[in-house]
Nanobody, 124 residues
Framework: QVQLVESGGGSVQAGGSLRLSCTAS????????MAWFRQAAGKEREGVAT????????WSADSMKGRFAISQDKSKAMVHLQMNALKPEDTGTYYC?????????????????WGQGTQVTVSS
C-alpha cells in the first residue's frame, strides 16, 4: 500500500504561480512513477505530468508544456508540480498518483494509488 498526501493548493490570480507537492509513504519501494492529474468541475480527470522515479524521465500534457514542470525528491519520496503563468482554465482539483501499471503515462487508469487532491483556483 502507498499513501499519498498533496499540499500547496490555493487561490491565485491569472498569471501567478503555485507549487504543489505530494509525499508518498508506506511501500515507497514499489513506486516506479508518480504523476499529477487534474479534474475540473464537470470534466473528466486529465493527466498533467508524470515522472519516472528511476531515471527522471517525464511526460507532460501538450497544453501545459512550458508552464508546468514536474520534479521529484527521491530521498523524501516527494514529487512537485511547479505551475507558472496560471490561467483560469487551470482551476480544478489536482491529484497525485503513484505506481504505474501499464498504459499511457498520462492516463488515469494506469496508476494504482491516488491522493485526496488539492484545490487550485485561478481567478481572472
Amino acid at each position: 500500500q502507498v499513501q499519498l498526501v498533496e499540499s500547496g493548493g490555493g487561490s491565485v490570480q491569472a498569471g501567478g504561480s503555485l507549487r504543489l507537492s505530494c509525499t508518498a509513504s508506506g511501500d515507497t519501494a514499489s513506486v516506479n512513477s508518480m504523476a499529477w492529474f487534474r479534474q475540473a468541475a464537470g470534466k473528466e480527470r486529465e493527466g498533467v505530468a508524470t515522472i519516472r522515479v528511476g531515471d527522471d524521465m517525464t511526460w507532460s500534457a501538450d497544453s501545459m508544456k512550458g508552464r508546468f514542470a514536474i520534479s521529484q525528491d527521491k530521498s523524501k519520496a516527494m514529487v512537485h508540480l511547479q505551475m507558472n503563468a496560471l490561467k483560469p482554465e487551470d482551476t480544478g482539483t489536482y491529484y497525485c498518483a503513484a505506481v504505474y501499471r501499464g498504459g499511457g503515462f498520462l492516463s488515469a487508469p494506469s496508476f494504482r494509488y491516488w491522493g485526496q487532491g488539492t484545490q487550485v483556483t485561478v481567478s481572472s
